[in-house]
């Protein structure tokens, strides 16, 4: 065959295979050995390029028509008829015309894949040569397998979502939020939210993620399942069909619980890049690879098992170090200088690579309001029930605040989809708990249509708490990622149809080339903190407290127990598992009709053991916990049906007369009840509540949304600086105005509150600390002089400047104009 017909005939060949996820092409490949020509042990390890070569070399110019047949056989018509096309303009001498098919099979919408992906550009950075073009397009083939196979860790009840079809854009802005977290992810993402609504954040696009000149390292942060790697792969794919970044001419996705498996073995940079990416063989050989604009990307630093050292970083390429080496000389820039570097990790982990080394951090926010609209509207079979489901999420407030993550809005879509499609005359689930018991009985109901024999209710109720068992264990170490062995260890059999049920979803199965083992994780996190939460209730129930180990007399005692467990949290680990766990129990109990109940009958809560708890958690509220812990114990309240304390404190609020401080426990009530109204917070007056630093304490929340906050005449002292300081640090802050007049603050706390007044993402307008005991003097290291000194970085961006200042002298007066002046300081108000 004529060199040139044959390389044309392997490029529509192998770009016809690129449209076949990891299943199918394993399939064809079986059709493949079937013709008995080509034996399995050619074929198993062989990857598209070693499979095109093998037809080619053994039927040379029938191995279109060997692979037409098979297309046909494995129902992918529409991709056959792409190639028979294809192959008729070779007939004709016109030459490959390469397509984009879709993969018309297991419920794949064939307009998933409808852009062409072959015909790209090839940027003319180091030469832009043959060899270039072809290792570019070799990569591009590989890249595209690769996500592909990754797309069906979130899926459609009627088959897979391809990224395109799916993908809503999410809210991504520049910056990231100050200070030490103390709440649960769920909490943080739904108070950055609700600041968001009365803030302009810098919002980014993903194709401007590297779009500046100056922009070679980028850091993103977000919650777990608020869509890091989505857009990760939303990035690349747009990258790979040539439709973005056309400058950047190789891009390498490296994910760190893949980078986990080799930690311990040395290796080259190339050589661990090949392990990787095995089809780019010739790279190492490319003379003017260092020239190329490259990009890596790390997904998932937050699961990250390598020891990442700054200080033993490395230059040369063929100098074999270990993998966290590697990663950091990268990162570092001392390796491959003028590569592009993205990072993501939820935040908890940000602190694993200093900040130095990033010209950018943003920050995924999930959803704001208009995005989950359209991700209903999207992903609802019909106008209508997306639009009943929107209204039932919008008016249920716990709803309202979880669907700004997407994979709850995937959550609750299958929920009432599925009761809206099969039109059962049921109570949609109005909690958390609810719905996430809804979730797991369809999904394992999904399961056992997928078996070849149908399991009885009491063995799907026994697989939910294996599942429990393996969620609960990994909860408590903090690991969201587990292996074969862990399943095998709670009698899991990981072969089984468990996999394919969507609560627990294989992630990842590396290629044979790298290692053969499986790496495992729920959906999200909050459905293994839900599962988690069911098994510790089952073991309640049998008289066991998995929490200590030691056995009890009556699931109250475990509900005490989990509860005190929560409150010592200091960053709210266990807040959802908690709610969860009371939220069961009204769930199980005997007068609900839960499908949950059905697969796991013994699971029944004693009203008594229901009605102590309520008691205990109210009298917790009033003691003195955090001001997260505090709220979540009023979510726990409400899963358990029980909202005595808000209704009280709508009445106070509500009446003429609301006269007379409220208590601690009161106070706290009141945070919640603001935190789950619908309105804007544009002014809080915490003087009309309690005038003391517990009162801020326990407002906390509701100051960190509002845009005008009061704390005159509250018997603030300078610890409260401290707390304000941060609260001035965070991104999704709104606060534009603070007074803080007739405090005893004194130089001290001045200085504390400056530490948020200099941040760079402070964008305090107004601050007023009249009579506060600071010192009216411009001497070094007291009141006006720190004041003066420490606002010569705050607020660049504000453009107009005016001070007022209330009990100083002349003298004062003109030092405190001329020092600002000269030092560019440009706050609007400054009453002192």
């Not at 690129?18 to 008995?36: A, E, P, V």
């Not at 390598?306 to 966290?324: A, G, P, R, T």
């Not at 839960?594 to 003691?623: C, F, H, N």
Request: hydrophobic residues 35%.
């Amino acid at each position: 065959m004529d060199p040139a017909v044959d390389a044309a005939l392997k490029e529509v060949l192998r770009n016809t295979l690129d449209n076949l996820t990891g299943g199918d092409f394993k399939r064809f490949k079986h059709y493949l050995r079937d013709q008995g020509q080509i034996s399995w042990r050619q074929l198993e390890k062989a990857d598209t390029d070693d499979t095109v070569d093998l037809m080619v070399q053994v039927y040379t110019s029938g191995a279109g028509g060997i692979m037409l047949s098979i297309l046909q056989k494995m129902n992918h018509n529409q991709l056959a008829e792409c190639l028979e096309s294809d192959l008729e303009k070779l007939r004709a001498g016109e030459g490959g015309v390469v397509h984009g098919a879709a993969a018309h099979s297991g419920g794949v919408k064939p307009s998933a894949l409808s852009g062409r992906v072959g015909e790209t550009s090839v940027p003319q950075h180091g030469g832009g040569d043959a060899q270039t073009d072809a290792m570019k397009k070799s990569l591009i083939r590989k890249l595209k397998r690769r996500l592909k196979n990754r797309f069906s860790v979130i899926r459609h009840e009627t088959g897979e979502w391809k990224l395109q079809d799916a993908y809503t854009e999410l809210y991504i802005v520049e910056g990231r939020t100050g200070g030490v977290s103390t709440e649960h992810e769920v909490s943080a993402i739904s108070t950055r939210q609700i600041g968001s609504r009365q803030t302009l954040a810098k919002q980014i696009h993903l194709d401007d993620m590297f779009s500046g000149e100056d922009l070679m390292t980028v850091l993103t942060l977000g919650i777990a399942g608020v869509g890091k790697t989505f857009a990760v792969q939303k990035f690349v794919t747009d990258w790979v069909e040539d439709k973005t970044n056309h400058d950047i001419d190789f891009v390498f996705v490296l994910l760190f619980r893949e980078l986990n498996i080799k930690k311990e073995k040395g290796y080259s940079f190339f050589d661990l890049l090949l392990k990787y990416y095995p089809d780019l063989k010739e790279l190492r050989k490319l003379p003017e690879f260092t020239e190329c604009k490259l990009l890596f990307i790390f997904d998932g630093l937050d699961e990250s098992r390598l020891q990442l050292d700054f200080d033993e970083c490395i230059s040369e390429l063929d100098k074999e170090s270990s993998v966290s080496t590697l990663v950091a000389s990268l990162i570092a820039g001392q390796l491959l200088p003028s590569a592009h570097i993205w990072v993501t990790t939820r935040p908890a982990a940000a602190n694993l690579i200093p900040r130095d080394y990033f010209n950018l951090v943003t920050e995924v926010r999930g959803f704001n309001d208009p995005q989950k609209i359209e991700f209903f509207q999207k992903n609802i079979s019909s106008p209508e029930k997306a639009n009943a489901v929107i209204i039932h999420v919008t008016k249920n407030r716990s709803l309202h605040i979880m669907s700004y993550i997407p994979v709850f809005c995937h959550i609750i879509s299958i929920v009432l989809g599925d009761i809206l499609d099969n039109q059962r005359e049921e109570e949609p689930p109005k909690t958390l708990t609810e719905v996430y018991a809804s979730f797991s009985v369809h999904q394992i109901n999904k399961m056992n249509r997928k078996y070849s024999r149908q399991m009885e209710a009491e063995e799907k109720g026994q697989l939910l708490l294996k599942l429990g068992r393996l969620a609960f264990k990994h909860l408590e170490e903090g690991t969201l990622v587990f292996y074969e062995r862990d399943l095998q260890e709670c009698d899991i059999d990981a072969k089984s149809g468990v996999l394919e049920s969507g609560v627990c979803t294989q992630i990842f199965k590396a290629e044979n080339s790298i290692t053969d083992e499986c790496i495992f994780s729920f959906v999200h996190l909050s459905v293994q903190e839900f599962l988690a939460a069911l098994y510790a209730l089952n073991e309640g129930v049998h008289g066991n407290n998995p929490l200590t180990t030691e056995k009890i007399s009556s699931v109250s005692v475990l509900y005490r127990s989990a509860v005190e467990k929560a409150l010592q949290s200091p960053n709210g680990h266990l807040d959802l598992f908690v709610r969860f766990l009371l939220g069961l129990a009204s769930v199980v109990s005997h007068r609900v009709e839960s499908p949950l109940r059905k697969l796991l009958p013994q699971l029944a809560v004693a009203k008594k053991s229901i009605e102590s708890t309520v008691d205990y958690i109210k009298w917790q509220t009033g003691r003195n916990n955090s001001a997260e812990r505090t709220i979540n114990l009023f979510h726990c309240l409400n899963e358990l049906g029980d909202n005595s304390l808000v209704e009280e404190i709508s009445r106070y609020r509500n009446s003429t007369d609301g006269e007379g401080e409220l208590t601690p426990g009161q106070c706290s009530a009141l945070a919640y009840l603001l935190l789950m109204s619908a309105e804007d917070l544009e002014e809080f007056d915490l003087k009309k509540y309690l005038r003391s630093e517990e009162g801020l304490h326990r407002t906390l929340t509701v100051v960190k949304i509002s845009r005008r906050v009061w704390l005159d005449q509250c018997d603030l002292s300078k610890a409260s600086c401290d707390i304000m300081a941060s609260v001035l640090q965070g991104t999704s802050s709104p606060l534009r105005e603070l007074d803080m007049s007739d405090n005893d603050l004194q130089d001290e706390g001045v200085e504390l509150l400056c530490v948020g007044l200099r941040h760079p993402q402070c964008k305090l307008e107004t601050l007023r600390s009249v009579m506060c005991h600071v010192t009216y003097s411009v001497k070094p290291n007291q009141g006006l002089y720190i004041y003066c000194t420490n606002c010569t970085n705050a607020h660049p961006h504000t453009h107009t400047h005016t001070h007022t200042h209330t009990h100083t002298h002349t003298h004062t007066h003109t030092y405190i104009h001329s020092f600002m002046g000269q030092n560019n300081v440009h706050y609007k108000l400054l009453i002192l």
